[in-house]
């Protein structure tokens, strides 16, 4: 019984190395592209088939999964270009830190579907331009911006550089050129837009977009095409 035993131990420990000898097969680069493909995909379209909540439009839903793609497509390229390198593969605490920033970038699918619902919580500046100011703080802060930290560490520190590295890492610094200049061109248009309204409406209560309830009508009950115009 005893020797019995030990048989069966000795086969359950060959089988466990089989399983461990597979699933490091498995991990080949290729194979962990895949996976990275297919799990972004089935994101996107779990997303499409789930019943749309909230104030989402089926309209703003498509938009919004057609920038989904794109920036699928942006993620796949982060982790293709980087763990590929030898160099870097080589270094754990390198791969950890690729693997982290390609996690937060993740952040940004249930965060654009939150904002999307979410129009009415800031007054003025953030009512009028939150879906704007919303992109912009994702490509700032979760994609772009720590994706191009990640590249200038890998050419700065690191001494990795490639053609695709240098490529995307200049996409990087001009999207988040383009954006930040989109931000200043918001804060511009938005600063014109109350020196306007506080002209033409001294006195008078100012009307936010987001805020049909302070719409006042004449004791007429009619509204003036130049008071809808000038509230909107």
């Given amino acids: 019984m005893h020797g019995h035993k030990e048989h069966r131990s000795d086969n359950y420990l060959q089988q466990a190395q089989e399983f461990v000898n597979t699933l490091s097969k498995m991990c080949d680069p290729i194979w962990t592209l895949s996976l990275h493909q297919t799990f ?130 200049a996409k990087n610094i001009l999207i988040v050129l383009l954006q930040l200049y989109r931000l200043v061109v918001l804060s511009l248009d938005f600063h014109a837009s109350l020196q306007r309204r506080a002209k033409s409406q001294k006195g008078a209560t100012s009307c936010c977009p987001c805020e049909p309830s302070s719409i006042r009508l004449p004791s007429n009950g009619l509204l003036d095409g130049g008071d809808l115009t000038e509230c909107l």
């Fill in 40 to 169: 972004l995909l089935l994101l996107i379209l779990g997303r499409w088939l789930l019943p749309i909540g909230g104030e989402i439009t089926r309209d703003q839903l498509s938009q919004l999964l057609l920038l989904f793609v794109g920036t699928a497509a942006d993620i796949l390229e982060f982790t293709s270009e980087t763990l590929e390198i030898e160099n870097v593969r080589n270094k754990d605490a390198l791969v950890y830190a690729i693997l982290a920033v390609w996690t937060w970038s993740m952040l940004q699918f249930p965060l654009d579907l939150a904002a999307a619902s979410s129009a009415k919580v800031f007054h003025l500046l953030l009512c009028r331009h939150s879906a704007d100011l919303w992109n912009i703080g994702i490509s700032l802060f979760i994609q772009d911006g720590p994706f191009l930290v990640v590249r200038l560490i890998l050419m700065g520190h690191f001494r990795v550089v490639n053609q695709m590295l240098v490529f995307f890492a």
